[in-house]
Structure formats: structure tokens, C-alpha cells
């Protein structure tokens, strides 16, 4: 494997150990100032966001769960600069609801930082759950 393509796999990882353990900073200092990142457009208006949109989208999320998703790697592939993971994200809402997603993302990285990410995921089980926690949030 290349010096790139083990960057590009070690950054990924370190994505969702990060991300996992609700430590939002150090995740969103992965990605250089000028990165792109591009989310499902039912998932996010603006679909394609800069470092610092990231961070504060992750930021309202936290408000959403009960504690931070656990999330655990299914597969990677790295090659040339890119790696893309697949991993399964699982948690509790605030109202109590259990969910377990899956989720797809695609990571370039150059100089140690990841300068692009593609995340897809299943937007109608996403907004689905979503939906329903707030059907039955009395608030």
C-alpha cells in the first residue's frame, strides 16, 4: 500500500474513532480549512459544506442523541489517495428510540488531512427514524 493510500486509511479511521467517542474538535481538525464535504441533500441543506459548517452541524446533532453514537467498521478499501469505509453507526435518541444506521463514506487525503468527503447513507431510514422520535416527543 502506498505512503498516501495508508494516510488516506489511518485519517478514515480516525474519522469514526473520533466521531464515535463525541471528541467533535479533534474529528473536524482532520480536514484542511479548504476541504469539501458533501452530504445527501435530504440529509443536509447545504449539501456540500466547509470544515467549519461540519462542525457546527455536528454540533446540533449531539443535541439529537442520547450520548454519542457508537460506531464500528464493517470494511475499507484504500487505494492512491482515497479510502472509503463502511461502518455502522448505533444509539439512542433523546426520547429514548434505539437506531442503527449504515453509512458509506469516501475520504481523499493529501499533506495529512483529509481535503474531501462523500458520505451516503440510507436517507429515507435516517429521516424515518428521525421523524418518528419527533412524533413522539411531547415537547
Not at 447545504?46 to 454540533?59: A, I, Q, V, Y
Not at 464500528?72 to 444506521?101: M, P, W, Y
Not at 462523500?118 to 412524533?135: G, I, K, P, V
Request: proline share 3%; hydrophobic share 35%.
Amino acid at each position: 500500500m502506498s505512503t498516501n493510500a495508508m494516510q488516506a486509511s489511518e485519517l478514515a479511521r480516525k474519522y469514526i474513532e473520533t466521531l464515535g467517542a463525541g471528541r467533535v474538535d479533534e474529528c473536524v481538525n482532520l480536514f484542511s480549512d479548504d476541504a469539501v464535504l458533501l452530504f445527501p441533500k435530504t440529509v443536509s441543506t447545504p449539501h456540500r459544506l466547509g470544515k467549519e459548517d461540519f462542525r457546527t452541524m455536528l454540533g446540533r446533532a449531539s443535541s439529537v442523541f442520547d450520548g454519542w453514537p457508537r460506531y464500528s467498521l464493517i470494511h475499507q478499501t484504500s487505494e492512491s489517495n482515497r479510502s472509503c469505509i463502511e461502518f455502522r453507526g448505533v444509539g439512542k435518541l433523546k426520547d429514548g428510540a434505539e437506531f442503527e444506521f449504515l453509512y458509506c463514506i469516501v475520504f481523499v487525503a493529501e499533506d495529512g488531512l483529509i481535503t474531501e468527503m462523500r458520505e451516503y447513507l440510507d436517507t429515507h431510514h435516517m429521516l424515518t427514524t428521525f421523524r418518528s422520535a419527533s412524533a413522539r416527543d411531547p415537547a
